[in-house]
Nanobody, 126 residues
Framework: VQLQASGGGLVQAGVSLRLSCAAS????????MGWFRQAPGKEREFVAW????????YYVDSVTDRFTISRDNAKNTVALQMNSLKPEDTAVYYC????????????????????WGQGTQVTVSS
């Protein structure tokens, strides 16, 4: 699976941004998907996860009620809708696919993801 993230940009605090991740291959629905981010000088951190069917989602506390992860298995895409952006959301955002993750348990562990996109920069100014 090859992943291509897009949709990043420079925005002001309080606005919304939608990231998209396009996956190649015909087995997209066999992967649960996650979004991670890495801010300058910090380790990469988990942001959100969605199950294979899209019926289950999980978020890091700092983005709950602001971010929404969704997927379209017919189009091989996963999206991250980010609302009420804050300067602390500034980071490079990565999408990732896991063949072995079947539930939210361990979704925060980047080592269970098999494939990673190249990242898209999100910068939120105050």
């Amino acid at each position: 699976v090859q992943l291509q993230a897009s949709g990043g940009g420079l925005v002001q605090a309080g606005v919304s941004l939608r990231l998209s991740c396009a996956a190649s291959g015909r087995t997209f629905s066999a992967y649960s998907m996650g979004w991670f981010r890495q801010a300058p000088g910090k380790e990469r951190e988990f942001v959100a996860w969605i199950s294979r069917s899209g019926g289950s989602t999980y978020y890091v506390d700092s983005v709950t009620d602001r971010f929404t992860i969704s997927r379209d298995n017919a189009k091989n895409t996963v999206a991250l809708q980010m609302n009420s952006l804050k300067p602390e959301d500034t980071a490079v955002y990565y999408c990732a696919a896991s063949r072995v993750l079947y539930s939210r348990t361990n979704a925060e562990n980047e080592h269970v993801y098999n494939y990673w996109g190249q990242g898209t920069q999100v910068t939120v100014s105050s």
